[in-house]
Each structure stands twice: as C-alpha cells, then as structure tokens.
C-alpha cells in the first residue's frame, strides 16, 4: 500500500486549498479513505472519511460546512477541499487507507495557514 499527498503549503487566512492522495498497491475503491491531520503538539484528529462504494462522508465538526472530501476511483485518489482556511488548521495533513484488516499512512503534507 502506498499512500502520496500532495497539495500542501502556505495559505491565506480565508482561502482555499485542496489536497491529493494517490493511492497504490490495493483495491482502492474496497478502502475507506480518510484525512487526518496533526497540529504541533497535539494529537492526530480525524478531519474527514469517505467510503469505498457509496462515498459516504464524514466531517469533524471543526470542518464540517466548509470542506469537502471526495474520491475517484478510477484515478485511485482521494481529495479534501477545504475554504475559508483558519491559522488553526495549520497542521501536517495525512492520508489515511482502512479496510477490515489493513490501515495505512501516507508521510503528510504540511498546511501552514498564515498572513
């Protein structure tokens, strides 16, 4: 399983950003797919997980309402659109693969949010 983000970097308080996760070695559209981010010293939070078939999402609430988390399956990818950015979510942002017997990571991508 490999596990690629890309997207990352600094960002304007109240813009935009939107990540990628290309996904290797697996049957990716079997995978629950899920952001997660680290902030420095705090613990890793989930922000957002999608299901493998019918792309059931799920947000923290910290996020909910302005991000949005989507997958193509054809592309083995999975995104996270995410607007109105605050310095709070300055984190490294993970990629994340879960199936009943497997969980994954991708080595992240820092979000830095700042004027």
């Known amino acids: 399983v490999q596990l690629v983000e890309s997207g990352g970097g600094l960002m304007q308080p109240g813009g935009s950003l939107k990540l990628s996760c290309a996904a290797s070695g697996f049957t990716f559209s079997r995978y629950v797919m899920s952001w997660y981010r680290q902030a420095p010293g705090k613990e890793r939070e989930l922000v957002a997980s999608?299901?493998?078939?019918?792309?059931?999402?799920n947000y923290a609430d910290s996020v909910k309402g302005r991000s949005t988390i989507s997958r193509d399956n054809t592309k083995n990818t999975v995104y996270l659109q995410m607007n109105s950015l605050k310095p709070e979510d300055t984190a490294v942002y993970y990629c994340?693969?879960?199936?009943?017997?497997?969980?994954?990571w991708g080595q992240g991508t820092q979000v830095t949010v700042s004027s």
């Open positions: 994340h693969a879960r199936s009943s017997t497997t969980n994954s």
């Open positions: 999608i299901t493998g078939i019918l792309g059931s999402t």
